[in-house]
C-alpha cells in the first residue's frame, strides 16, 4: 500500500455527518467536494510538513503528493477515523519518505548535512528567494510556538523536534494520550493560523 495512503493508527473517532457525505461525494468522483477538502486541510498539513522538511516549497510539494495519491484512489478510500487525522498522518509519512530520500541522495553524493534542517538529514538546496522565504516561515513557527501555553508547546516541540509518539509523550508529561491529541491539535490550529500569511 502507498504510505501516504496507510490508514492512520491514531485516531479513533468516527467522522461526522458532514464528514460522511464529503467522503461520499469523493468516492464518486465529485471534483468540487474533493477541492472543499484540499482548501479545508491544505495549510495544516503544509504546517506540519514543514516543520520536518524546512522548506516551504519541498512542504507544499509533499501536500500536492498527498492529494494526488489520495485522487488516484479516491473511490476505494475508507478513513476510519476523521479526514483531518488521516490527511495530518498521510502529510507526516511522505515527508519522512522525502527526508528518507533526501538522505540516500546525500550519502550517495557524500555531501555535509545543512544546519538548518531536521538533525541527521540534509534538505533540498534552496534558491536565495526560497531560502528567505523559508526562514521567514520557520521565524513565523518559532514565534507561534513561543506563545502556545507552556504544556501545548511542550507537546508540541516533543512531537515535531525530538519526534516522540503520542504515548511517550504522554508517558514523559504525565498526562493522558487525549490530553497530548488536544494540546497538539491546538498547536497547529495556532501554527497554520500564521502561516496563512506566509503563503
Known amino acids: 500500500m502507498n504510505p501516504t495512503l496507510r490508514q492512520p493508527s491514531g485516531g479513533s473517532s468516527l467522522p461526522d455527518a458532514a464528514e460522511r457525505e464529503l467522503l461520499a461525494r469523493i468516492r464518486e468522483g465529485d471534483a468540487d467536494a474533493f477541492e472543499t477538502l484540499f482548501v479545508t486541510h491544505y495549510e495544516g498539513m503544509c504546517a506540519l510538513a514543514y516543520m520536518l522538511i524546512r522548506s516551504r516549497d519541498a512542504a507544499e510539494d509533499i501536500v500536492a503528493n498527498v492529494f494526488r495519491n489520495l485522487w488516484r484512489r479516491h473511490r476505494e478510500w475508507q478513513p476510519l477515523g476523521s479526514l483531518r ?42 534558491t536565495p528567494d526560497a531560502e528567505l522565504a523559508a526562514n521567514e516561515i520557520g521565524a513565523a513557527v518559532e514565534r507561534a510556538a513561543a506563545d502556545l501555553p507552556p504544556q501545548c508547546r511542550a507537546v508540541f516541540l516533543l512531537r515535531w523536534t525530538e519526534g516522540l509518539k503520542q504515548r511517550e509523550i504522554a508517558e514523559r508529561l504525565g498526562v493522558s494520550i487525549k490530553t497530548v ?15 496563512r500569511h506566509h503563503r
Do not use: G, K, S
Not at 491546538?186 to 501554527?191: C, E, K, P, Q, S
Open 85 to 126: 487525522t488521516y490527511l495530518l498522518t498521510a502529510t507526516r509519512n511522505e515527508a519522512l519518505n522525502t527526508l528518507r530520500a533526501i538522505r540516500r541522495r546525500n550519502a550517495r553524493h557524500q555531501e555535509a548535512a545543512r544546519e538548518d534542517v531536521v538533525p541527521a538529514l540534509a534538505a533540498p538546496a534552496l
Open 181 to 195: 491529541e488536544m494540546h497538539m491539535t491546538r498547536a497547529l490550529r495556532v501554527i497554520r493560523e500564521r502561516l
